[in-house]
């Protein structure tokens, strides 16, 4: 399922939902632990894992570059936010009588060409991430991304109209 994307005050939104049939603990993991993180956002390191901590992005190009990423909000087991270029990203935990579901909030001061391609981006590292929920670790799809790429250019489209 698109990211559902709206103007907002000094911005835009794009949220994401995935029901997952995994319980709150399992998925928190997944989020937070650096052994899982890499599975599914291989850029991340988790380095302090609280609000006003630190998470280490790193380039993952051969130079060693990286730069810190700071916690804005966090509750274990609940949400945890941080700074994503000009804007962040949070993921949220509800749970469900069946496993619990995620949303993910990406807050976007200005739309660019390059919005599409992070929006895309999202998409396939969450199916990376349910996938490692089932036990199973896929490297990242090229080929769907450049779909999912179209598509979230017609979703801006649309929104920008």
Known sequence: MLAVVKKVKDGYIATYKRQLNHSIGKVWASLTENDKLEKWMSNLQVVDLQKGG???????????????????????????????????????????????????????????DHTSKDLAGWHACLDMFSNLLEGQFIDFPKDKWKTWYENYQRVLQKVES
Request: hydrophobic share 35%; aromatic share 18%; net charge negative.
């Open 54 to 112: 630190t998470i280490k992005f790193n380039f993952n190009d051969g130079s060693g570059n990286s730069f810190d990423i700071m916690i804005m909000d966090y509750k274990e087991h609940s949400y945890i936010q941080y700074e994503w270029g000009e804007g962040w990203v949070r993921f949220e935990l509800y749970p469900k009588d069946d496993g619990c579901l995620l949303v993910l909030k990406e807050f976007i001061p200005t739309l660019s």
